[in-house]
């Protein structure tokens, strides 16, 4: 996957874990697109069955930190400069 290539120093930002969420975020954009990108991703599989969004956003941090990778991962696919009209 080109984003996790191009990406790999946002990826070791994150420990092992938060970083699986990460790639698990990822693949469900490849499957569905941008929709899957919302916190409410994380009452599906496998984000479930990791314990949901309360055990999640503890690999993060928290919920702040969890919400800010949300939003840095949609930035890094779909960059400002690129998205502008």
């Not at 941090?61 to 949300?70: D, I, P, S, T, V």
Request: a positive charge.
């Amino acid at each position: 996957m080109a984003f996790r290539n191009r990406e790999q120093a946002f990826l070791r930002r994150y420990s092992g874990d938060a970083r699986q969420v990460i790639l698990g975020l990822l693949e469900k954009y490849r499957a569905s697109g941008v929709k899957e990108l919302q916190p409410k991703v994380f009452s599906i599989s496998p984000f479930r069955e990791w314990g949901g969004a309360f055990r999640i956003q503890n690999w993060f941090g928290g919920a702040e930190r969890l919400a800010r990778a949300l939003e840095e991962i949609q930035e890094r696919i779909y960059p400002k400069e690129e998205v502008a009209v």
